[in-house]
């Protein structure tokens, strides 16, 4: 049986889930739609074929919409294009009572999100994410960003979109790549933050998943309870003093092999890919500094390299990757900290690891 769409508030942003969401964008859109407000729709090339058709069958008044499309990949969200952006938004006179309304992945979301924020202080912002990573992640919880010389997210500040549009009927346009990167994320909330759901997920495995239609109520399951989660962690913490942390599970790590894979042309990585990578690097730190069962720490590296294996990296590699996280911004006071789980669903977070021990985990990746 099919769900109906959900509703979730959280501060001043609208979460629509579930089918049909997407009937409520217009609704969403009325408030700044006086007068000749301008309204700017984001894609990338790939949105552009494949999810902009479905969304104007859906709301045809965005015809009128003035549209803004870049090229896809995390190589196009830098600051020469957010730059190019404001251009063209100028162009048009856009003024702050214009409307950003972006419809991508995680890439565009933050890209959006950023221009948003950005232009003359900020203009109000909807997000129509179009993949899985996206719905249950990007989009949710107000962070911005763009790269930089090749690191990802250097550059970015907290600004929170008006409303959050996660309909399943886009997620039928992914490959089962793309369904899988987004599931890392998914994995993430349940180690962190769900041990009974985790419990439901290693018995199957990650290719048993991806036969399922992302409209199935398992996968609605999955996906209203990760954005659930999210937004209670978000809500508490909303700049990332505290709490929030706990989110970073699997990503110190994963950002450093993401951003390697991306002067590797032959082997880039998807976000979730790397954070899969990174969260079985995570588990062996954990063993290491918070007493995660050694039988825990096996089960789930084995799900996750089952699922995700054998990760793009070699030992040769691993110098390049402890330096780059030498440059995350989760750096503090010179230490390179870690969110890690003591047990699944119980996360610490602000846990500081030395670069040997950290080649040790990259090491584990490979090996396991």
Request: with cysteine; net charge positive; hydrophobic share 40%.
């Amino acid at each position: 049986m099919k769900t109906t769409a959900r509703i979730v508030r959280v501060d001043r942003t609208t979460i629509y889930t579930g089918i049909n969401a997407l009937d409520h964008l217009r609704v969403a859109c009325n408030p700044f739609l006086f007068g000749k407000n301008l309204v700017f729709l984001l894609t990338d090339r790939n949105t552009y074929k494949h999810c902009l058709p479905r969304l104007l069958e859906s709301n045809p008044w965005l015809e009128k919409s003035i549209l803004l499309t870049v090229d896809a990949g995390e190589s196009t969200k830098t600051l020469q294009t957010v730059a190019r952006l404001w251009m063209e938004m100028l162009s048009h006179q856009a003024g702050r009572d214009s409307l950003m309304i972006t419809l991508g992945g995680g890439m565009i979301t933050d890209l959006g999100g950023f221009v948003a924020g950005g232009y003359k202080r900020g203009i109000p912002c909807i997000h129509i994410p179009t993949t899985l990573l996206a719905q249950v992640d990007a989009a949710i919880g107000g962070k911005t960003a763009v790269n930089m010389e090749g690191v990802k997210n250097q550059a970015g500040f907290f600004f929170l979109p008006e409303t959050v549009i996660a309909d399943p009927c886009f997620l039928t346009t992914l490959p089962p790549r793309h369904l899988k990167s987004g599931l890392a994320e998914i994995i993430k909330t349940t180690l962190t933050g769900n041990a009974l759901l985790w419990k439901k997920l290693k018995n199957k495995n990650v290719e048993e998943l991806l036969l399922l239609p992302p409209e199935s109520p398992f996968w609605q399951h999955l996906i209203n309870g990760a954005i659930t989660y999210k937004n209670r962690i978000v809500r508490n913490d909303f700049t990332e003093k505290g709490n929030r942390s706990i989110l970073n599970f699997g990503h110190t790590i994963g950002h450093a092999i993401e951003s390697f894979s991306q002067t590797e042309e032959a082997n880039t990585l998807l976000h979730g890919e790397a954070v899969a990578a990174g969260m079985t690097g995570a588990v062996w730190l954990s063993s290491k500094k918070t007493g995660l069962p050694p039988d825990e720490r096996d089960q789930i590296a084995g799900f996750l390299y089952k699922g995700y294996g054998p990760f793009s990296f070699s030992h040769a590699d691993i110098p390049s990757l402890v330096d780059k996280m030498a440059h995350d911004k989760k750096k503090h006071n010179s230490e390179i900290r870690f969110t890690l789980i003591s047990n699944p669903g119980s996360p610490r977070i602000n846990m500081s690891c030395q670069p040997d021990e950290i080649a040790q985990a990259l090491d584990f990746c490979l090996r396991f």
